[in-house]
């Protein structure tokens, strides 16, 4: 079990102009300045459990451990609606499937409601949640706009980063979180973190176009939190 201290109380501002602006910069460089987070204070694993277990966040996941050619049979294994999902050949592995089990596991132990589920086209990413909450949701919302950051000249990287901002904005459904599962790149080309897999990040939304961020949980944390279910 790790320490408590390990799931950190940030803040963050977070204006689509801020924002894109520090991403624009930061575009060619390999690791992006953070010049709008900063980090308040420690806040406790009961407050933070009782939060998520009110609702109101967006709880952004990379996905799980993923490996090249790890399981041949991974695809066949989602549902026929998610089998022309990208990149197949690199799907969780077998570590990574059981982990995000184990995700879905405590959310369901820790009564943390779970309400809308979107995930970037990417096989590992459908796979992430539909393993950990595909009992917890009657449709899982494949959202192109999730798809990794390319290094294609293609790419555009304000649309990807606009259309992230503008999902970590929408504030859920009452008493229920929104679980995103993407890859790394969104989540640092947005704020600059360097998300392992697994973990998650939690935002909470004002519904005035404006985000905190709350927390960063990794895989095995969610387990430290069970021990504050009274």
């Not at 132990?109 to 309400?115: A, D, K, T």
């Not at 589920?117 to 096989?123: E, G, I, Q, Y």
Request: net charge negative; charged share 25%; aromatic share 6%.
């Amino acid at each position: 079990m790790k320490k408590r201290n390990s799931i950190k109380r940030l803040g963050v501002t977070s204006s689509a102009v801020v924002t894109l602006s520090l991403a624009l910069v930061s575009w060619g460089n390999s690791s992006p300045e953070v010049k709008a987070l900063t980090i308040e204070g420690e806040s406790t694993s009961q407050e933070l459990l009782t939060a998520l277990q009110e609702g109101g966040h967006v709880i952004y996941f990379r996905h799980g451990t993923a490996v090249r050619d790890g399981r041949p049979d991974a695809i066949e294994q989602l549902p026929n609606q998610f089998q022309e999902c990208l990149d197949p050949g690199r799907p969780l592995s077998q570590d990574g499937l059981v982990e995000m089990q184990n995700v879905g596991e405590y959310f369901e132990q820790l009564n943390i409601p779970v309400g809308r589920v979107l995930a970037s086209p990417f096989c590992r990413c459908i796979e992430t949640v539909w393993y950990a909450f595909d009992n917890d949701v009657a449709k899982l919302e494949v959202v192109n706009s999730l798809n990794g950051i390319s290094d294609k000249s293609s790419s555009d990287p304000v649309e990807i980063w606009t259309s992230l901002h503008e999902l970590l904005e929408i504030v859920p459904k009452v008493g229920t979180n929104t679980v995103l599962s993407a890859h790394s790149s969104n989540i640092k080309a947005l704020t600059g973190l360097n998300v392992a897999e697994g973990e998650a990040v939690v935002f909470k939304p004002d519904g005035k176009g404006w985000f905190e961020l709350v927390a960063r949980i990794e895989k095995d944390d969610w387990q430290s939190l069970s021990s504050e279910i009274k």
